[in-house]
């Protein structure tokens, strides 16, 4: 892979716990993007950080979720009170700040809500 | 409106062969992006190939190619000699500006499932 590193692979939650997935950006970039793969679907956008501001949260719900990228260590997609509807996969991406650049993708995290 | 659109949910090729997987995309912003990208079964996100809509010519990466056809809006993928590695599933996605327009996200497509065949 690019070198995007996340953490955990895999986590299991029961119905009201929370959930903390990471995510350690490639060497050298500075945003990083959140995006969630339902089963059997695509990957849809959640959010968009750059150290220490989230940029773009349009697709990240309203309740239960949020997202931080401080300015020292990863950056963290917090889940609270988890729900079945959240199983999903989370993957997260960076990019440097030249537009054209692919998005590099970390291998992702697998939520199970038990 | 669905911005980006693969009209095959499945596809058999045999080993050796070519496969085209299709895509096409509706955006009006002059400056985008076209990108493909691979999910294996064991589900991580392997990067392709990358068009961009000032580009000249087609992008090509090894046995990977994409054929750009801007007034079409369509940006398929072009495999040859396919390999049984190459089974799975291939997502088309284009790069769009953020609400902010400070950064760049992408909108996936639904998915091709390629399957290949000895």
């Known amino acids: 892979n690019a070198g995007v590193m996340q953490n955990p692979r895999h986590l299991v939650r029961r119905r009201g716990q929370e959930a903390r997935l990471r995510c350690s950006p490639m060497k050298g970039h500075s945003h990083v993007y959140w995006y969630r793969q339902l089963p059997e679907e695509g990957l849809k956008f959640m959010v968009y950080l750059q150290k220490e501001n989230i940029i773009d949260e349009s697709g990240m719900p309203k309740e239960r979720f949020s997202a931080e990228f401080p300015k020292e260590g990863p950056s963290i997609l917090r889940i609270q009170q988890v729900v079945r509807g959240d199983s999903a996969a989370y993957f997260c991406?960076?990019?440097?700040?030249?537009?054209?650049?692919?998005?590099?993708f970390g291998d992702g995290t697998r939520l199970s809500i038990l | 409106a669905q911005k980006i659109t693969q009209t095959q949910p499945g596809m058999f090729v045999q080993e050796k062969e070519a496969v085209t997987l299709d895509c096409t995309y509706d955006t009006s912003d002059p400056s985008y992006g076209l990108f493909w990208y691979k999910q294996p079964s064991s589900g991580e996100m392997i990067f392709l190939i990358y068009q961009g809509s000032y580009d000249q010519q087609n992008a090509t990466e090894g046995r990977y190619s994409l054929n750009f056809q801007k007034a079409r809006k369509s940006a398929n993928l072009v495999i040859s000699a396919s390999q049984l590695g190459d089974s799975a599933m291939y997502f088309c996605a284009m790069r769009e500006r953020t609400v902010t327009g400070g950064g760049n996200k992408l909108t996936f497509g639904t998915g091709t499932q390629l399957k290949v065949e000895l």
């Open positions: 991406a960076s990019s440097n700040d030249i537009s054209n650049q692919p998005q590099h």
